[in-house]
Nanobody, 128 residues
Framework: HVQLVESGGGSVQAGGSLRLSCVVT????????LGWFRQRPGEEREGVAG????????YYNKSVKDRFAITQDNAKRAIYLQMNSLKAEDTAMYYC??????????????????????WGRGTQVTVS
C-alpha cells in the first residue's frame, strides 16, 4: 500500500512562488506515475501535473503549463511541484497521488479520479 507525504504549502501573494514536495515513504517509486491534483471547496478534483518516473515524462493541465514544473528525485523517492506566477485561482488543497496511468484516461484526467488509497493527506496553498 502506497504512502505519500506532502509538504511545502502555504500562503503567498499573487505572482509569487511555492514548491511542493511529496515523498513516497512506502510503496514503489521506480516506473510509477505520480503527480498532483487539487481541490477547491465544493469543487471537483482537478489533475494538475504528473510524471512517469521511469522516463521522466511530464504531463500538465493546460491551466498551469508554463507556470508549474514537476520534477523527481530518485534518491529521495520524491517528486516536486514548483509553482510560479501563482494566481488566486490556484488556491486549493493540493494532494500528491500515485496510480495515474489508467486505460482510456489521460494522466491529468486520471489524477482527478485516483482512489483515496493512492493520495497523501494534502497541503494547503493559498494565493491572495
Amino acid at each position: 500500500h502506497v504512502q505519500l507525504v506532502e509538504s511545502g504549502g502555504g500562503s503567498v501573494q499573487a505572482g509569487g512562488s511555492l514548491r511542493l514536495s511529496c515523498v513516497v515513504t512506502r510503496g514503489g517509486f521506480s516506473d510509477k506515475c505520480l503527480g498532483w491534483f487539487r481541490q477547491r471547496p465544493g469543487e471537483e478534483r482537478e489533475g494538475v501535473a504528473g510524471i512517469y518516473t521511469g522516463t521522466g515524462t511530464t504531463y500538465y493541465n493546460k491551466s498551469v503549463k508554463d507556470r508549474f514544473a514537476i520534477t523527481q528525485d530518485n534518491a529521495k523517492r520524491a517528486i516536486y511541484l514548483q509553482m510560479n506566477s501563482l494566481k488566486a485561482e490556484d488556491t486549493a488543497m493540493y494532494y500528491c497521488a500515485s496510480d495515474c496511468l489508467r486505460p482510456g484516461l489521460t494522466v491529468i484526467q486520471a489524477l482527478g479520479a485516483v482512489s483515496e488509497e493512492y493520495w497523501g493527506r494534502g497541503t494547503q496553498v493559498t494565493v491572495s
